[in-house]
């Protein structure tokens, strides 16, 4: 969203060319991201009015591929709400991701509380402190989310972030690593409540404890296969991963 309107223009018209070229070549879900990618950055600067006219013949070249048609936002939205679960990492980037993330929550208007069920027990010596620190959250005190983030990998539990855009309530669910086992629960929660998004946050080489770990030992029981037969979910795999 940043990067495209900060290029100087020849710069654009070779980043641009060179996603052309790849989305031609690559297969599946690569070249579909390729695509969304192309398509978005083509909306954004023809509405700023950037595109000259040899970008777009580059762009004249590609068949469009339109986010909305390769993420069912209109089937997730059906029931008044898209639910988005992040996971983050204890350690020193994993506290970056988690506050840099939840502040631009709070900047959008996402107003922060705690969920009223999770999965995952908390220590309830924590959870008074933390009920109470996250309602003090606001747009004039980020300074808190440090605190959230310890008390949340110290006692577990989660913070819910939710706001509503016109008729559908979009919620964002934070919550630290605990291990395989916990994430095990966790991801068996997230299905069981059919929730769209799912975010591992943090380096890739977390994944095998936050999803893959878990993810095989759900593939095991036959009621996680009957029950998520055939549903679409959006998946982003880490800072230095991908998005399925």
Request: net charge positive; hydrophobic share 40%; with cysteine.
């Given at each position: 969203?940043?990067?495209?309107?900060?290029?100087?223009?020849?710069?654009?018209?070779?980043?641009?060319?060179k996603?052309?070229?790849s989305?031609?070549?690559?297969n599946?879900?690569?070249?579909?991201?390729?695509?969304?990618?192309i398509?978005?950055?083509?909306?954004?600067?023809?509405?700023?009015?950037?595109?000259?006219?040899?970008?777009?013949?580059?762009?004249?070249?590609?068949?469009?591929?339109?986010?909305?048609?390769?993420?069912?936002?209109?089937?997730?939205?059906?029931?008044?709400?898209?639910?988005?679960?992040?996971?983050?990492?204890?350690?020193?980037?994993?506290?970056?991701?988690?506050?840099?993330?939840?502040?631009?929550?709070?900047?959008?208007?996402?107003?922060?509380?705690?969920?009223?069920?999770?999965?995952?027990?908390?220590?309830?010596?924590?959870?008074?402190?933390?009920?109470?620190?996250v309602?003090?959250?606001?747009?004039?005190?980020?300074?808190?989310?440090?605190?959230?983030?310890?008390?949340?990998?110290?006692?577990g539990?989660?913070?819910?972030?939710?706001?509503?855009?016109?008729?559908?309530?979009?919620?964002?669910?934070?919550?630290?690593?605990?291990?395989?086992?916990?994430?095990?629960?966790?991801?068996?929660?997230?299905?069981?409540?059919?929730?769209?998004?799912?975010?591992q946050?943090g380096?890739?080489?977390?994944?095998?404890?936050?999803?893959?770990?878990?993810?095989?030992?759900?593939?095991?029981?036959?009621?996680?296969?009957?029950?998520?037969?055939?549903?679409?979910?959006?998946?982003?795999?880490?800072?230095?991963?991908?998005?399925?």
């Open positions: 969203e940043r990067l495209i309107p900060r290029l100087v223009p020849g710069a654009r018209q070779l980043l641009v060319e996603m052309v070229r989305a031609a070549t690559e599946g879900q690569l070249r579909q991201l390729l695509a969304s990618m398509t978005f950055f083509h909306e954004q600067l023809t509405r700023q009015k950037k595109i000259t006219p040899a970008m777009a013949r580059v762009f004249a070249t590609v068949p469009r591929s339109s986010l909305d048609r390769s993420t069912p936002f209109a089937q997730w939205a059906k029931d008044g709400e898209i639910r988005a679960l992040s996971v983050f990492q204890a350690d020193d980037d994993g506290w970056r991701s988690f506050g840099g993330f939840c502040k631009k929550l709070l900047q959008r208007g996402y107003r922060p509380h705690i969920p009223a069920a999770f999965p995952l027990p908390t220590q309830k010596t924590y959870t008074d402190e933390l009920r109470h620190t309602a003090g959250l606001s747009r004039t005190t980020p300074y808190l989310l440090h605190l959230v983030h310890r008390l949340l990998y110290y006692g539990g989660a913070v819910e972030f939710s706001l509503s855009k016109g008729p559908v309530r979009v919620v964002h669910v934070v919550t630290i690593n605990q291990g395989t086992k916990s994430q095990t629960r966790l991801l068996q929660w997230f299905l069981a409540k059919k929730m769209e998004i799912l975010s946050r380096h890739s080489y977390w994944r095998t404890s936050q999803i893959l770990a878990p993810m095989a030992i759900l593939r095991q029981r036959e009621k996680y296969l009957a029950d998520n037969a055939g549903q679409r979910r959006f998946v982003s795999l880490g800072s230095c991963g991908s998005m399925k």
